[in-house]
Nanobody
C-alpha cells in the first residue's frame, strides 16, 4: 500500500534543466524526512539532497548551487529541481522517505549528453 513514485526524468543536453517529482501514498507524509539519491551502474548509491519534515535542506557538494530540493505536504510530494546539468549527473535517481521505516521509489533515469 505504501508507494513512492518518481517521475520527470529524461534526456537533456548539458546546461539544461529537469524537475523530478516523487509522489507518496500510504504514509503520513508530513512526518517523513525525504531525500534524493542517485546511482550509476557499478557505483555506490550517492546521497544528493535531503529535506527534513521541518523543511531543513542539505546537498552534496557536487550539486550545491545547481539543485534544489523542496516539498509540498498538501500534495504528499517532494521535488528536485536540477539546473545547469552536467554529463556526470547522469544516473538513476531515487526518492527515499524515512520515519520509523525506510521506503524507496523505483527510480527515474536522467541522462545528460550532447
Amino acid at each position: 500500500q505504501v508507494q513512492l513514485v518518481e517521475s520527470g526524468g529524461g534526456l537533456v543536453q548539458p546546461g539544461g534543466s529537469l524537475r523530478l517529482s516523487c509522489a507518496a501514498s500510504g504514509i503520513i507524509f508530513k512526518f517523513y524526512d525525504m531525500a534524493w539519491y542517485r546511482q550509476t551502474p557499478g557505483e555506490q548509491r550517492e546521497l544528493v539532497a535531503t529535506i527534513t519534515s521541518g523543511g531543513s535542506t542539505s546537498y552534496a557538494d557536487s550539486v550545491k548551487g545547481r539543485f534544489t530540493i523542496s516539498r509540498d505536504n498538501a500534495k504528499n510530494s517532494v521535488y528536485l529541481q536540477m539546473n545547469s546539468l552536467k554529463p556526470e549527473d547522469t544516473a538513476v535517481y531515487y526518492c527515499e522517505g524515512s520515519y520509523f521505516h525506510l521506503y524507496w521509489g523505483q527510480g527515474t533515469q536522467v541522462t545528460v549528453t550532447s
